[in-house]
């Protein structure tokens, strides 16, 4: 539903107080045919994963309303706090339309809270099950701040299969991802204490990250996005 | 690609406190409401409502207001048993320059300090060094200057102070008016004003370079301070809020649970007002809200810390 009585310079929050910087700050894409990611705008760090959108040569539209979803070639599920995600999905009535869009082999990347609300099963960080509601397209359980609270979050330099370069890696209250269904690709793992332990995976058009990689201002998980949505055959 | 699954991990070190991770939990909660709470009952009641945090208090601003005395950090035990109640990140306040009490918090864990002009503040002059703790603070600000130096001193993110405990929200909107203000008032000045204004704000002279090129501070800024209602959650946010404390409102009023939920829905959509419209329907009564000029008694809680 469009607002009846939309807000002029309605802004998206972390971006400018100065009013004619324009809305987004973010150049407008050069390329007219280039696919548009849509970023779900409930809640979260929506304003970083629009600029590396952008970077990765797509457009990047925030998605609050199920219209908005209509109009996207591919999704990002931002970080945040996946209970409130998680709640306002449902109450928004955006829950059944996004899980439809995935039904449909909708590319999607989501990083932190964006992982945990893809998985199969979320968890406490003991192992045992949130009860949370999620949206279940990627096969793993996501066991929710498993490295710890705030002060053991950590930034780390991540071999990601298939890029060159290491990733910096920024945990934030982290998750990672165990009992990998069959079809899961490993991407990444980090080393802790109680040893290796998953934090980037694919599954088809579905791409998590346990970090988050627009933190570093690192655009290339997103180009692996913006890449399953060009090569995606049209159904 | 074949499944990597016995991939090496890289085995650099981990770089834990650094700026970026302490700044991006605040990135985190943007566009979402964080819920004064006192006990871990309401602390289950804020998390079904969609809050992305918990403060974690002895007693609400509108108790310690009517109380009086020296307000001083949570018992250890209150905001464990908070801790234990929720997944979303807990915080916790400390005293205005209390640097034990924040090591005391640091240690029970909690996932950001709020260094508050709500408690008594323990310095009447200096605020406590930031840098040196690996949890992450929260402070409050009037001003631009204000908020820039809080920052220098290490806050990874910054709050309106409004004037909490009031259910008020016009000292809310004075500083976020402020704030903002000061940012459009740096971004439109020509490139050599800008060390006269460092010196007008008694803020560094390279955050001032970083605002007046940005456009915002360099840390999220959230509202705080005598927010009660969904339309004032969303007034705040349309002021340039990224997102909302609410201290007293909810559990001082009515219907909490109701209200908590409305809050988040009108934080969420703030820009549409039939939305917010929704979320105020039929909440029962919000909490009785003080007007600070009109009471000679009440102190201004805004005016502790500089």
Request: include cysteine; charged fraction near 25%.
């Amino acid at each position: 539903m469009q607002a009846a009585h939309p807000v002029p310079g309605a802004r998206i929050p972390g971006e400018s107080l100065v009013p004619d910087r324009g809305p987004h700050h973010r150049p407008p894409a050069a390329d007219g045919q280039a696919p548009r990611i849509g970023v779900l705008a409930l809640q979260g760090d929506v304003l970083e994963h629009l600029r590396l959108i952008e970077r990765a040569g797509a457009v990047g539209v925030p998605v609050r309303r199920e219209d908005e979803l209509a109009t996207v070639d591919g999704l990002v599920l931002p970080g945040g706090e996946s209970t409130t995600i998680g709640l306002l999905l449902d109450r928004t009535g955006l829950a059944a339309p996004v899980q439809a869009r995935l039904a449909e082999g909708l590319p999607v990347l989501g990083t932190c809270a964006g992982a945990i609300l893809l998985a199969r099963e979320p968890r406490q960080h003991d192992g045992t099950p949130t009860g949370q509601w999620c949206l279940g397209a990627l096969d793993v359980a996501a066991r929710r701040n498993a490295f710890g609270r705030q002060v053991a979050s950590f930034e780390a330099d991540l071999d990601v299969a298939g890029l060159t370069d290491p990733m910096r890696a920024v945990f934030i209250r982290a998750p990672w991802f165990e009992d990998l269904g069959a079809g899961v690709e490993v991407l990444a793992t980090v080393a802790t204490d109680v040893g290796a332990r998953v934090v980037v995976v694919r599954q088809g058009p579905v791409l998590a990250s346990a970090f988050h990689p627009e933190l570093s201002d690192d655009p290339r998980l997103h180009r692996l996005l913006v890449d399953a949505v060009v090569t995606r055959d049209p159904a | 690609m074949s499944d990597p699954r016995s991939l090496e991990p890289s085995d650099p070190p981990h770089a834990t406190g650094t700026d970026r991770v302490k700044r991006g939990l605040a990135d985190m909660l943007k566009g979402g409401v964080i819920m004064d709470v006192v006990t871990a009952e309401q602390a289950r009641v804020a998390e079904a409502a969609g809050a992305v945090a918990v403060m974690a208090l002895e007693r609400v601003p509108a108790d310690i207001r009517a109380d009086g005395g020296v307000a001083r950090m949570s018992d250890p035990e209150v905001i464990n048993a908070i801790q234990d109640a929720v997944s979303i990140p807990v915080m916790a306040k400390v005293r205005i320059g209390h640097l034990v009490e924040a090591q005391v918090v640091q240690a029970l864990d909690v996932d950001y300090i709020d260094e508050s002009e709500v408690l008594t503040p323990a310095d009447e002059a200096h605020h406590i060094d930031k840098h040196a703790f690996e949890v992450p603070f929260v402070c409050g600000a009037t001003d631009l200057g204000e908020a820039l130096r809080r920052i220098r001193e290490g806050a990874a993110m910054v709050r309106s102070k409004g004037e909490a405990g009031t259910g008020n929200v016009v000292e809310a909107t004075r500083h976020m008016r402020a704030i903002g203000d000061g940012i459009r008032w740096l971004a439109g000045l020509p490139r050599e004003e800008r060390y006269a204004a460092a010196k007008q704000l008694g803020a560094p002279v390279d955050l001032v370079e970083e605002v007046a090129e940005t456009g915002r501070l360099p840390v999220v800024l959230f509202t705080a301070g005598g927010i009660a209602t969904p339309a004032d959650a969303a007034f705040m946010m349309q002021l340039g809020a990224d997102g909302v404390f609410v201290g007293s409102g909810i559990f001082k009023s009515a219907e909490p649970e109701r209200r908590a939920q409305a809050i988040v829905a009108a934080t969420t959509s703030y820009d549409d007002p039939d939305v917010v419209a929704k979320a105020s329907r039929g909440l029962g009564t919000a909490m009785v809200g003080i007007e600070v000029d009109a009471d000679p008694g009440a102190e201004r809680l805004a005016d502790r810390g500089w």
